[in-house]
């Protein structure tokens, strides 16, 4: 195993062009559990790149949200960062401990693109945009497009994840997880709900409930056609029908941490009490 | 097994580290090549933050970082957590509170909680819990070191008024 | 005789006050050496092979392509084990290297010694074993039928308890079937320890354990070497709580130095720990329970299961617990329950934390509730209406002799004000971050059960433990081998000898087998009345030969002198000498306590099979949210029946350190076996509580009544705290939802019970 510590973008760019099978390591969050289990191999070349000034950080670019690969999930539960993006700062604030808030990436969730990713429903929510770089070029890719299956993405050999663009949105948003510990705890199923009161239009993500993050589009049609949004207000039975389409969409399977039945259920519930935290529930 | 040799800034101290497999944590570099057993080991999978140490300046799980990208970092473990024969609030606090049984979290707690008390000498119930949240302990409960938690706050508050 | 009045000077706090802990220093300052801290110079690291199947035939094991790596010293099979291949706690029955069959996945197969752990983890992939799989025998009420497993059978030990008249029936019945999972201690320091060979051919081991000398004579007769020369020492434990009294990686390590001749250290991971140590049984009861209309007891029947898994471990005096115990502190004329646990090739189990009486304080309490609904009763009534007192009889027709405060503890647990204060924080909610439910989704419950057991060994055991007081210079050193685990015993040897001799400074002396007779297994909340009384009597002892020695070199009459706060006076008030100045010459004292004996119970389980019992009440209130499964217990309040008060401060830490595990049975933790299999071997998917899931645990009282031939009166306390918390909050959760639940702990799924979800 060789190690290099990246200083700057070019740096990384350069040594994963010279090993484009190199193991990116960002918070270690995910890779470290890899290799303190001995499942690495000896040839293995590791490139960190929490140091890398260029993959800090997060700014607003006209009505584009920049967020740095190396964004930590302590910096996106901060108010600053909370009040731009609610649904990925509440995100954030679920993932495993704050010891690995401090240390655990948005890039390095998007390079694990495990189905219980945590940030990933709400990415798909927001419509991200994943901006990948090889020292030949950059390229970007839908969060749909980039998470391929179960631990897989449209990550290339010898590419970087260099940041995430978020289209600005307006309106409510929200995220749920579940997990039977209060803390500490890995996503039986989370959902994202993000309403873009511009558009009228209100987007679903869902998370651990499949092999991707999956975006309900009839469900989300449902909703958005149906909520008064001179009111802001929906009535019960669309509510009752949005929470049924949300959890016909989910695909989920039966593992330790859960059942595919209590997942889809809870899928319902969870869009359910979103929408209506979103929207005031009309009374009959 | 290919090895490498770098160097780690400890509790205000240079280590040379040599000949160390390149995939050895920082947790393992601490506690088997530096003499630093402090920090523990109870699940190296980021789980339960008995290896939670201070990397320049954020609390983190020294079972999570790779020992050798730790370079040119200002590390705190709980052994440099107070000058030599002396202990800080926090570790008053643990023993007076009888926040200390088999005491296997009690070094990760303290790191947390020193940093904590740092940002936030007058934190509520429901902030500890939560920044404590990621410090398994099977022993206390909790209700001890929330005590103790409280009593160093107080310190705290009295130290700097 | 004057009648003086003797005032303490004397600041170190005694019996009776929160004396702080002696380890507290080292502990908060990192520098306390715990088993896995250990460093020897030119050491190797130790790891084990373990078997990825839960029964298969080993065919061959090829050891050649670990040997030929770089840096591995040695690779060791069944073979390689001079002495005894089997070992066990009750009885022999597991090898210390599986020979030709593994009845569990994660039974040890090989060990290596290498530079690294690295290296290690390498060899041990290069180490080739044909198995011939098999089907494992995974379901415990199929194993008494099934091919038996092990060559001892699949039938570990079965009690038939039948107490009183057998043809009573009660005009109210209620029945019930219950079921409790596989809990895993989960200490935090995992299994851990150094060997080092030593010049007569010995071997000296450094490890963290709950019973030297028990780890001691088992390994010596495997390693085929006199006791006297496997001498084993206490290192720093991070926890036990009953998975640190049978043998893990210590006769491995021993094989390891003996046959590199050097150091070898091994550390287990946290994966390694689920596999390498036992669990709390998984239990399955039915019940029937018979009550006239006022609801007095009149019967209670009752057929319990225990999964013991692969091997015996001590499987047999748990379930003699679960039997005993099965019914509850309640006094019923009579009874007719069935305890069996069995061989299964699952995860092996054994001692945990309540040992027994807490699965069955899940039956008997949700028979309680039961048997309250169905008499229209108010549930407190009817357990305060039949609780046990002092003179009764238990199942076992032991009349209790000793304190029974179970009134006591019920009331002033029931009648303690609730402190809870309200939050609509959602983080405080069930779901917490998660963010799952607004407050009107929530529902709340609460509930209490209450439940004992039996303290000390018993069924005839010939438990006891040793202490060595010796004073010089007026300072007492206390050798004692007392595995301390983190309960505070260290704290109360010095309370102890401070008491008895009047000394300001008490140096502890390393728990070792070399130096001192057995302290008997930190287990049974048995150490403050037997080591705490081993030590009492050698103080006493050697306070006895000091005031004979100062009486006789000073001409003056022994009953007349006492010792106290560091001066020996006498009462007549014409001498006095300075503790320090008396003692230049050493006294010692070396002897070994045993508690009252306690003998078998007969055919019938009918016996005086115990020497005392502690009780304990909890209240729970839960939120729920119904719809998702989610909860979260909001307050947990209790009352413990603990004789006397010896340490305050560790005795809370006890009662709510013991209330967390509780809660953690009752509505997370659980070891998930499917075919045989572990599914959540570590701290991502074993879940124990965090802050944010143990409620504040509000003490309503200690029930303080000197139990007869204790050690000050004390009783212990460190399991009752574990075993009616889970009913409490189950109990609880049932209040809330109003749902059956009789299965722990209780899931997501058990409260929503969707159609067609079987977990």
Redesign the interface.
Known sequence: MSITIARSLDHALTTLHENPDALILAGGTDLMVQINRGYLNELSTVIAVNRIPELQGWKQQDDTLVLGAGLTYAEMEKSDFAAVAPALAQAARTVGSPQIRNAGTLGGNLGTASPAGDTLPVLAALDAVICLRSAQGARRLPILEFITGVKNNARQPGELIEEVHIPAAQGHQEFCKIGPRNAMVISVASLALIVDQQNKKVRLGLGTVGPVPLRPAEAEEHLSTNVNWAANTVSAATLDQFSTLAAAAARPIDDHRGTAAYRRHAIGVMARRTAARAFTEETA | MTTNHYTLKVNGKEHQVADAWAGESLLWVLRERLGLPGAKNACEEGECGSCSVRIDDEVVCGCLVLAATAVDCEITTIEGLAPEGELVDVQEAFIEAGAVQCGFCTPGLLVTIDKLLETNNQPDDLTVREAISGNLCRCTGYGRILEAVNLAAAKRREATS | MTDIQITSPVSAPRIGE?A??P???P????????S??L?HNNMLWGGTLRSPHPSANIKSIDISGALAIN?VSAVLTHTDVPGSLLYGLEHADQPVLAADVVRYEGESVAIVAAD????V?RAL?AIVVDYQVTAPLVDPEAAEQAEPIHPDGNLIRRLRLRHGDQNIQGEIQVEGTYEVGMQD??????ESGLALPSEDGGVELFVSTQWLHSDRDQVAVCLGLPPEKVRFTLS??????GAREDLSLHAHLCLLALHTGRPVKM?Y???ESFHGHVHRHPARMWYRHHADTDGNLLRVEARLILDGGAYASSSGAVISNATCFAAGPYLIPSADIDGAVVRTNNPPCGAMRGFGAVQTCVGHEAQMDKLAAALGMDPVELRLKNALKSGDKLLTGQTITGAAPVAEVIKSCVDHPSTLIP?D?M??L?????????PH?IVRGQAMAVGFKNLLFSEGFDDYSSAICHLVDGVATITCACAE????FVTLAQQITREVLGVEEVILAPAATATVGSAGSTSASRQTWMSGGAVQKACEAVRQQLLERIADQHQVNLDDLVLVDGQIVSLSGNFSLDLATATTEPLEADIEYHHAPTYPVDENGQGDAHVSFAFAAHRAVVDVDP????V?VVELTTSQDVGRLLNP??A??QL??????G?GLA??EEV?VTEGRI??A????Y????????P??EIAAFIEQPEPGAPFGAKGIGEPPSISSTAAVVAALRDATKRELPRVPV???DI?Q??????
Do not use: C, Y
């Open positions: 929160s702080p802990r380890d507290g220093v502990k908060v300052t990192g520098t306390f050496t715990f896995s801290d460093w840096g690294h752990p690295e290296t983890r992939a201690q989960a200490f935090l320091g995992p720093g434990v991070g926890g036990a709580f550390v991971s946290r994966e939050s924080d983080m405080s069930p779901g917490g971050a998660g963010r799952t439910a607004d989704h685990v983190g309960q505070g719809e998702l499964g989610l979260k401060l560790q809370v830490g709510e350190g013991g209330a967390s595990q809660v509505v997370m998930l599914r959540n570590s701290f991502t998917d879940l124990i509580p965090t802050a944010l899931d143990m504040p645990v899931r997501p799924t929503v969707l159609e067609d979800d079987t977990p």
